[in-house]
């Protein structure tokens, strides 16, 4: 149960991480996100089962969710800038159904699923046992959130796409290729969501509810505040250990309280606290 | 007479959809001089800016008519960073900083656009930032964000620089202190620059040129010593006669210029 707590929260983190992103940028909620995850998720499946092996699947995957970040920027967020927030979610909930209609489509026999492969050996750290799927999706999830994390913090790159959320329209004035630079984390966000998506498969294998688990990560980013990166991995965790948790002591009560636990977690979130434990309290100097 | 550094030519700005606010305004530059535009609140100053810089496309407004030409080159309507990279740098109303970033973050983050950081020009004229350069700038004071804006604005190397209501808001001996640096990056750097700005009395004071702004229309322009002789001009923006209601004043205006 620890264990189960450690990597869903990790693998919530990352597939949290997208919908911050995307809303540092474009102040709104990309609901196309966890088919994103799942278009990416399938597209390594088939990679794998065409024998192209573990690695090219991966980067086939995140090339997908990459572009399709860029592309829901250009096509959807970038015409609907100014309108009010609802506008673009009302439009990647159409993305939503788009890409799962081309996946039912594209993977044919594969969509009912299967295995991404057999990482068999099981690991043991202290008290906790990892199996090597575990392991894989953590690999995989930790290089995601690794990256981007790293770039945000770390990189020229990083600080400039931190500007450009927090003051787009100053930014420009400075010169700062503001349209590049919200469409970069769009692409962030879909190869974060790509490489969850990926993970998530790894763990439990690839099927259609595969993203299920990514609108629950919502709640991750709820708990984070919209706008935080730094949180997210507090979000991811809470969520996870809840989840967990909760299901273990609520089992014989509530019954499926698992299931649930995310978007109960959602309702007390922007009940009581709407910005997150991490988002910004912003500094204003008038 | 040499071609000026910037040319507005009879531009028509309109916001979506049909929010006309630039009604056929026309407008030069002189190289190496500081222009000031002024006028009241809403006039437009803020939106002629953001035409010439191309901002006014992040607020999804356009110029529908007329011209704007950057030494000799037609520039209306194109995308923001484009112009900066001609030398068009705008520093816009309202202290524009990255408030969740230290000093030296916003440096870093503008310098991803120019390639190289020269923070040393940054902290010549402000020294101030460099004390703080640690700090987050939400905490600084206003006065210290509005000269990090105008250091920012510098790592573009820019030899236009926009610059709009920089004394907005800030103690009378910052405002000094702010005019005084703008004054040396003119002298000292050669940038020309072109000052919109509310405080008439400020801007008249290092500027060589003047328009006056009112409601999307030039109402007069001028050298900036005649305008600080012009009797409407010290009676409505000097303030020299507080006495005369706002009201009265602009009754009075239009009076005088329909006659
Ligand atoms: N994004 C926008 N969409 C629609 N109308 C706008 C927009 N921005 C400004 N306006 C309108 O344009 C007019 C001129 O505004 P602008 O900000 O250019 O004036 P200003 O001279 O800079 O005023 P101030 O001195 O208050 O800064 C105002 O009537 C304003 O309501
Ligand atoms: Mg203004």
């Known amino acids: 149960m620890v264990k189960e707590s450690i990597v869903m929260g990790v693998l919530y983190s990352v597939l949290a991480l997208g919908f911050n992103l995307v809303y540092r940028v474009s102040k709104s909620i990309n609901l196309a996100h966890p088919e994103i995850a799942l278009v990416a998720a399938y597209a390594a499946l088939v990679a794998s089962m065409q024998g192209l092996g573990f690695f090219l699947a991966a980067l086939i995957a995140s090339f997908i969710g990459f572009g399709i970040g860029i592309l829901l920027e250009r096509g959807v967020a970038r015409p609907l800038l100014g309108r009010p927030p609802v506008a673009l979610i009302a439009a990647t909930l159409g993305v939503f159904y788009l890409l799962r209609g081309v996946a039912i489509e594209a993977t044919g026999s594969y969509w009912s699923g299967g295995s991404l492969g057999d990482f068999g050996t099981v690991y043991r750290i202290g008290a906790v046992v990892f199996t090597g799927s575990d392991i894989a999706a953590l690999a995989v999830a930790l290089v995601a959130l690794g990256l981007v994390i790293g770039i945000h913090r770390f990189t020229r790159l990083g600080v400039a796409m931190r500007a450009v959320a927090e003051n787009p329209y100053g930014a420009a004035g400075y010169g700062l290729p503001v349209r590049r630079l919200t469409a970069l984390s769009w692409g962030f966000a879909g190869l974060l969501g790509a490489l969850g998506g990926l993970a998530f498969g790894l763990k439990a294998g690839v099927s259609p509810g595969i993203d299920s688990y990514v609108l629950k990560a919502l709640a991750a980013s709820l708990l984070a505040g919209l706008d935080s990166i730094a949180g997210i991995v507090v979000g991811g965790f809470v969520l996870s250990f809840t989840e967990q948790f909760g299901d273990y002591f609520l089992h014989n009560y509530l019954p499926g309280f698992g299931e649930v636990a995310a978007f109960i977690v959602m309702l007390v979130v922007l009940l009581l606290k709407p910005y997150g434990f991490f988002g910004t309290e912003r500094i204003e100097r008038l | ?259």
Do not use: C
């Open chain 2, 1 to 259: 007479m040499p071609s000026p550094l910037l040319s507005v030519n009879n531009i028509e700005v309109v916001y979506h959809p049909f929010i006309m606010v630039l009604k056929g305004i026309s407008l030069r530059v002189e190289n190496d001089s500081i222009t000031t535009i002024l006028g009241p609140n809403g006039a437009g100053k803020t939106t002629l800016l953001r035409a010439v810089s191309g901002v006014i496309k992040l607020y999804r407004g356009r110029i529908t008519r007329g011209s704007i030409s950057f030494l000799g080159e037609r520039i209306e309507n194109k995308e923001p960073d484009k112009i900066s990279r001609k030398g068009v740098v705008y520093v816009a109303e309202g202290r524009q900083v990255f408030r969740e970033l230290s000093v030296e973050e916003n440096i870093e983050a503008v310098a991803y656009a120019w390639g190289s950081s020269d923070t040393d020009t940054v902290y010549k004229y402000f020294p101030r930032l460099k004390v703080h350069r640690r700090k987050r700038v939400g905490y600084l004071s206003g006065g210290e964000q509005q000269m990090l804006a105008i250091g920012l604005a510098l790592l573009a190397k820019p030899k236009l620089l926009l610059l709009d209501e920089p004394s907005l808001g800030l103690a009378p001996r910052i405002v000094h202190e702010l005019y005084e640096a703008i004054r040396r990056l003119h002298e000292e750097e050669g940038i020309t620059v072109l000052l919109a700005e509310q405080n008439a009395k400020k801007a008249l004071e290092i500027a060589d040129y003047g328009y006056i702004l009112e409601n999307g229309k030039i109402v007069l322009e001028g050298p900036a010593e005649k305008l600080r002789e012009d009797k409407d001009v010290k009676e409505f923006y000097l303030g020299l006669k507080p006495e005369t209601s706002y009201r009265r004043a602009k009754w009075y205006r239009r009076k005088k210029r329909w006659i």
